[in-house]
Nanobody
Framework: QVQLVESGGGLVQSGGFLRLSCAASGRPLRSNAMGWFRQAPGKEREFVAAINWAGSATYYADSVKGRFTISRDNAKNTVYLQMNSLKPEDTAVYYC????????????????????WGQGTQVTVSS
């Protein structure tokens, strides 16, 4: 079992930045691919970013490419999402998720391929 806890969310003005953290417990994360997803009110959960076990492969949704960066520190059992140039449309609850597999494959954007989820952290971007 893996328990995931997100932190770092909050209220920020448009153009600002936040850094989300996802701390894992229960087992080391070094063998798990990780992802960040978000869900806005009335919308489906959508893919934001993903990273393989080593941090050598990353993927991003087109809507955040160039603004968000996913990274991980396996020694600290933590995954990060640096969010810059935030926009009001980035407002959502952000979730981190872990896979049992160390690699991402072709379905890294699908929530169904992740096995463990955190409770989420709210990010609100004001205009």
């Amino acid at each position: 079992q893996v328990q995931l806890v997100e932190s770092g969310g909050g209220l920020v003005q448009s153009g600002g930045f936040l850094r989300l953290s996802c701390a894992a417990s229960g087992r080391p994360l070094r063998s798990n691919a990780m992802g960040w997803f978000r869900q806005a009110p009335g919308k489906e959960r959508e893919f934001v970013a993903a990273i393989n076990w080593a941090g050598s492969a990353t993927y991003y949704a087109d809507s955040v490419k160039g603004r968000f960066t996913i990274s991980r520190d396996n020694a600290k059992n933590t995954v990060y999402l640096q969010m810059n140039s935030l926009k009001p449309e980035d407002t959502a609850v952000y979730y981190c998720a872990a896979r049992l597999s160390p690699n991402l494959g072709t379905a890294y954007y699908s929530p169904a391929t992740y096995n463990y989820w955190g409770q989420g952290t709210q990010v609100t971007v004001s205009s």
